[in-house]
């Protein structure tokens, strides 16, 4: 196989990061910040335009979509030159990470309409079901636990929940605070995903709180549960292991 050829290039970069994230501390990843990454945002609402944004500002570059194209090219235009705006399709496939942050009840057909593209791709899965807002899916996802429900509704995507239970306008200044740092829970299966979504979760301004895998945590990454709101590291851990 020829590693000279960019993908495997890519592939090689992406795989060091994964296992450097694993296994070390935020001063050791910080080392490998040179390694910008190419982020698909689907749904540049409150969540995905506050994170996009501090994504941006740190470095990688995103893509901007929803359903409103010339929202998401306002959007890319004030973010500035590592940001652009595309479609939906567009936006998985260029990213090499894919964040996914829209209502609930938009995951259905969002899952059809990408099809192919989703397969092995890493996702951050910001989405919370809201019976009143979602309609039924909600109250399946729910009884189901949201990253069980996410992963049958995005066939084949590789995922991880976080920014789930957090306000985003507190994401929007993350990166910005001074002073310790709030944890992020996060549940996922697949390492190398959670290891670059690690990364991503640092990058605005969060420390990464692993609580466990998407079966077990993945009901717990939501408003209204005991891991819900701004937490410190210590607290996110402590209560975790109560929901074992
Ligand atoms: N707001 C918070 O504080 C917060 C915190 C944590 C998690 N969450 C969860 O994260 C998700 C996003 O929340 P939000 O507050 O950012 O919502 P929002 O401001 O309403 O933004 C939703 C975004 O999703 C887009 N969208 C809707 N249907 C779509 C589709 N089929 N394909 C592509 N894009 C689509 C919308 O595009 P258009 O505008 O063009 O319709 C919009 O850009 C929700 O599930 C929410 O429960 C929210």
Redesign the pocket.
């Known amino acids: 196989m020829d590693i000279t050829r960019p993908d495997r290039r890519r592939f090689l970069q992406l795989a060091a990061v994964a296992a450097i994230a694993q296994a070390v501390p935020a001063r050791v990843i910080a080392a490998e910040a040179a390694l910008a990454l190419r982020i698909g945002i689907?749904?540049?609402?409150?969540?995905?335009?506050?994170l996009g944004t501090s994504w941006a500002k740190a470095g990688h570059t995103v893509m901007f979509?929803?359903?409103?194209i010339e929202?998401?090219r306002k959007l890319a235009a004030v973010v500035g030159t590592n940001a652009r705006a595309g479609t939906?399709r567009e936006a998985a496939a260029f990213g090499e990470i894919l964040l996914i942050?829209?209502?609930?009840?938009?995951?259905p057909?969002?899952g059809k309409?990408l099809g192919a593209l989703l397969k092995g791709k890493m996702v951050i899965d910001?989405?919370?079901?809201?019976p009143n807002?979602?309609g039924e899916i909600a109250n399946w996802a729910r009884e189901k636990g949201a990253g069980v429900a996410s992963a049958e509704l995005l066939p084949g995507a590789r995922i991880v929940r976080a920014?789930?239970?957090?306000?985003?306008?507190?994401?929007a200044e993350a990166a910005q605070r001074q002073g310790p740092r709030s944890g992020m829970p996060m549940a996922g299966d697949d390492p190398a995903a959670i290891a670059v979504a690690t990364r991503l979760v640092r990058d605005a301004g969060f420390e990464p709180v692993l609580v466990g895998g998407l079966a077990a945590m993945g009901k717990y990454l939501?408003?209204g549960t005991p891991l819900a709101g701004e937490r410190s590291p210590e607290d996110i851990r402590k209560i975790a292991a109560t929901l074992n």
């Open positions: 689907i749904g540049s609402g409150r969540v995905g335009s506050a979509s929803s359903l409103d929202h998401d939906p942050s829209v209502p609930y009840g938009a995951l057909q969002l309409d910001t989405c919370n079901p809201f807002r979602d920014f789930n239970a957090v306000g985003a306008a507190r994401m939501m408003p």
